[in-house]
């Protein structure tokens, strides 16, 4: 099995947001799809270990927004490469307003965003994949959709870029850009930031 495969897969980036008891939290996904027609129902898959996780199975409701090809890598970094457990995200955060139904969604660098009532989970192990509901759903802009492909070539920063120390080894996250430091990874690491293994580590030698 060649899991170099699974990139060949192509996805949309979003913003994943929810809200419960006050607590607002965001994170990046590239599972949101439409999951059927009649009628619509939205699903998203999430890995367990996230924050957005725990408030979702709380709230059961929660809102995507599409993030367009001119997001920045900042947009990336704010949501995907720390936790809301330590950090409010939206602190200094201005590019959000709140839909109807309380949850903030992205209103810079996204074309749509869509308000989803949770009706059905499956647990998938280390997901859990919500299916749910549209309450909401608006267009933002014309601006093309970013893609999980467009994103690896030309948002995030280059391996080499990370590792900024000559005759330094380091291992870069192929997935969301999380860097470790030394010379051998172990082979059951699992990146701090988005819970990928380590088969999904880059090593960098500079
Ligand atoms: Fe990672």
Wanted: glycine share 6%; charged share 20%.
């Amino acid at each position: 099995m060649n899991n170099k495969a699974m990139y060949k897969f192509s996805y949309g980036l979003f913003v994943l947001t929810t809200s419960y008891e006050g607590k607002d939290n965001g994170c990046i996904i590239n599972t949101a799809i439409q999951a059927a027609s009649e009628p619509v129902q939205i699903s998203i898959a999430l890995n367990k270990a996230n924050y957005t996780h725990e408030l979702i199975t709380r709230s059961n409701k929660f809102n995507v927004s599409v993030l367009t090809q001119d997001a920045p890598y900042d947009i990336f970094k704010l949501f995907g490469h720390q936790s809301g457990r330590n950090i409010d995200k939206f602190k200094d955060f201005g590019g959000c307003v709140r839909a109807e139904n309380g949850i903030y969604y992205i209103n810079e660098y996204t074309n749509a965003y869509f308000s989803v009532d949770v009706t059905d989970s499956c647990d998938m192990g280390s997901h859990t994949m919500f299916i749910g509901v549209p309450t909401a759903v608006e267009l933002l802009s014309d601006a093309e959709s970013m893609s999980y492909g467009y994103y690896q070539s030309d948002v995030k920063p280059k391996p080499e870029a990370l590792n900024t120390e000559p005759g330094k080894t380091v291992w870069v996250c192929r997935i969301c850009g999380y860097v470790y430091e030394g010379e051998e990874l172990p082979a059951d690491y699992i990146c701090p930031v988005c819970k990928h293994p380590a088969s999904d580590f880059e090593k960098v030698t500079s």
